[in-house]
C-alpha cells in the first residue's frame, strides 16, 4: 500500500519531538540538529515551521551534487547518499526548494529523510497529529501539496523578517 | 555522561570569569538533577543566614532535567533556585519554554551565577564559550525588544531568558521570562536577577545528549507518552489550556473572585480556555521543548480597537488573578492585562494578588487618592487596572512603591489590618487562585509549602478525584478509594507527604508537573526505571522518591537558618476567619484547629519536630545530610530528641 506523509504546520506545536525521535532512531543519541526532519522555530509569534525532504517531482539535489551521490527511487521518491562519493560540498542543501536538507554537525553529510523506508519514526512521537502517515490518495496528496505550500509561504516570511 | 552532561557551569558577572566543574557522581544518586542538586548548591552556598535575597553572595542556579533534551514526553523545564527576595526564604520557580534544553545541549546542567555586576551585563553562551558582555543597549527595555535583540546578535535559534523593566526595578512580582512568553514568575527570582544587574542570558548549544540504554530508554519514553495520549486532563489541557478547568473550578463556587470574597461568578464563560478558541482569540497552541501536551496558549487580538495585541497565554492562574480577581470579566480585558504583565516581566498571580488587594484597601478608605496614583480603584474598572499594573512594573509614583514592595512590606507600611485581605501566609507569597477553604489537602501543601502559599511546590490535584487514575493515587497512597474527596481531613499529610516527594522528583528529571500531578502519564514507578534507562543509576521506586524527600527536608533545613518555624507554615487570615460565600461549601473555612491537626501528622510523617517543625538530627542523618545537622547544630537550631 502506498503511503504519504502529511506535515501541517497549523497542528505543529514547536515541541521538536520528532527531530528528537529521529536522531534517537537514525544516530541513538538526541539532537535536534541531527533530525533529518526539522522545526524552524519563531518564539514570538509562536510558530513552528517543518522542514524536510519532500520526495519531490523536481528533486533538483540530484543534479546539484557534482560527484553523482545522491540517487534516487523513482517508485518511492526517497533520495539515498552514497556516503562513499559525497564529499560533503553541501550543494544539495542549497539546491533544495524546500529547504529540507541539512549538513549533519559532524560529518558534513547531507541528512535527507528517508520515511524511515516506510514506517516514519517521528509520526509515532507527534501527539497533536501534525504529522501523519497515510494512505495515499489523489485527494491527499494535493492536500500535502497545499500543506507544504503554507509551509514554505511560512518560511519564507519569517526569513525575510530575519534579514 | 549519560542523561547529564556532567557540567556545572560557574559565572561570576562582578569579576567576569567562569569556571566549569564536574556534576558529582554522588549527586546524581542522592538528588537526581535541577531542583534537587539546584537545593544541594544553594545550601553550600547560601546556608548563612546573612546572606539575603539581595547580598552579592547570594547565587541564582538555572538547571534543565535528568532527562531534559529527550524525546521524554513534557521532560523540558527549567529549574530556578535563588534566597528569594519576597519571603527572604528559600526559592525555587520552575519555567517551560526551550532555553533549558538549549543550555544542556550547549553541554551544562546547571548554571550557577555568582556575584553583582557594576554595570548591567548579560551571559552569552555558545558551547564552550562563555561571556559576560554589556547589556547598556538592553537594560529597560521590555522582554519583546530584548528578545528581539538578542536574536539579532546571537542568531534566531538562540534562546533566550531574561527579565523585563519589573525585575530592573527590584519589584517583587516580577518574573524571569523565558522563551519570550514562559515564565520562572513566582517569588520575585527576577528582582535577585536586577539587583545583580543581569540582564538576560542568551545560549546556543551542539552538543547531543546520550543515554546508557537508548532502546529502553525509548520504550519508557513511548508508555509516557501514550499514557499521556490517552489522558483526559492532558488532552483537555491541549485543547483549552489550563483555563480549560474554570468553568468546573466556578461550579464548585471555588474560583476566587474579588480578593477570595467570591468564589462563584454568575458568566465565567468569557474567562474560560474554551472562550479563547470560540471567540476566535487563540493562534496557536504552543509546547514547551519535547511537550507532546501543548498546554501552552498564544492568543492574539485581531479586530477593534485593540486589534494587534498578541501575547502568550492567558493561562488559568491569569484569568484567576487579572480577570475575576479584580472584576475583569471579559476575555480582552485579561488578554490586555496579561500582554502587559509579559511584556513588562511581571508574575500576573502576583500583579493580580497586589491590584486586587489595593482595590480592596481603596474600597475600604485604608487608601486614598494619594495613596493611588490618583487612580478611582474598584472592581471591574479595566483602564484603571491597566494603570496600576504599569505603576506596578516600574514603581511609579506612591502606588508603584507601594506595591511593587510586595504585600509582605505593603501590609506593614499601610497598617489598619490590612493583612487581614492580604491573601498571603507568613512567609509573604501572594496566593495562587486556589480556593484552600473546600480542599483540604491543598490547604496544608499551601501551609508547608517552603516558598510560599501556592501550589507550585507540591499539587494535590489528584484529590478531587476527578479520573479513574486520580482516585487510582489516591487508594496507592492511603490505602482507600474513599479518601478521593477534598473535604477530609483525614489522610491529608499522607497525600501531601507523597505529592511533595512525586512533585520533586518529577522536577529533578525535568518533567513538567502536569504529567504526574495533574494528569498520570508519570509517574514513581516509570519515573525510576527511565532514570536507570537514561543514566545507568538503578533507584528503585522507593530509592526514587526517598530522593524528593531528602530534598524537601533539605528545602525546609534552608529555611530554618533564616528563622522558620511552625508559625510560618500557615494560612492567609481570610481563608481562616472567613468563610466561602457561596455554594455548596458555602461558610467553609480553614482553622486553626483543623489545620494543626494535619500540621501534627504531617511534621510526624517527615520525622521533624512537631513543635518547632525542624527537622531532627537523626532525620537528617538518615537521608544523608548530616553536614546539613551540623551545620543547624550551629546555629542552634536542631529540636531536642
Redesign the interface.
Known sequence: MEKLLLVDMDKC?????CS??C??TK????????GRIKIL???????GVQLLCEQCEAHPCIKACPDGALSRDTKTGIITVDMEICTQCGSCVESCPYHGIRSH?ETGVPLICNLCKGDPYCV??C??GALLWVKRTDELFTQKKKLRSARMAAYKDIKKE?A | MYGHQGKILHVDIGKRKSWVEELPEEWRKLYVGSRGINARILWDYCKDPEITWDDPRNIIIFAPGAVTGTTAPASGRTSVTTVGCTTGLYLKSNTGGHWGAELKYAGYDHLVVHGVAEEPVYIHIQDDLVEVLDAKKLWGKDIIKTDKLLKKWHGDDSRGLYIGPAGENLVRAASIQCSVYHAAGRGGGAAVMGKKKLKAISVKGTHPIQVKDPAKFAKIAEEMRENLRADSGAQGLHQFGTSASVAGVNELHAFPGKNWQTGYTENVYPLTGQALVSEGYLKRRVACFGCTIACHRYSTIDKGPNAGIASGGPEYETFGALGNGPGIINTEGVLLANEMCNRLGLDTITAGGVAQWAIESYLRGVLTKKDTNGLDLGWGKLPELLKVIEALALRKGKLGDLLGDGLKIATKKIGHDSYKWAVMNAKGLEQSNVETRSAKAYSLAFAVNPRGNDHLMTETFAEFGTSPEAVAVIEKITGSKKWASPHFTEYRAEIVRWHEDCYEITEALGFCVFTSTAAFGVNPENMARLYAAATGIELTEEEMMRTGRRVCTLEKAFNVTRGATRAHDNLPWRLMNEGAASGPLKGAMNSQKELDGMLDRYYELHEWDKETSWPKRSTLEKLGLKDVADYLGKLKKLPKE
Open positions: 506545536t514547536g515541541c521538536k519531538q528528537l525521535a536522531s534517537l544516530e541513538d543519541l538526541f539532537d535536534p540538529a541531527r522555530k519563531r518564539e514570538d509569534i509562536a510558530l554537525p509515532k512521537h501527539v497533536p530575519v
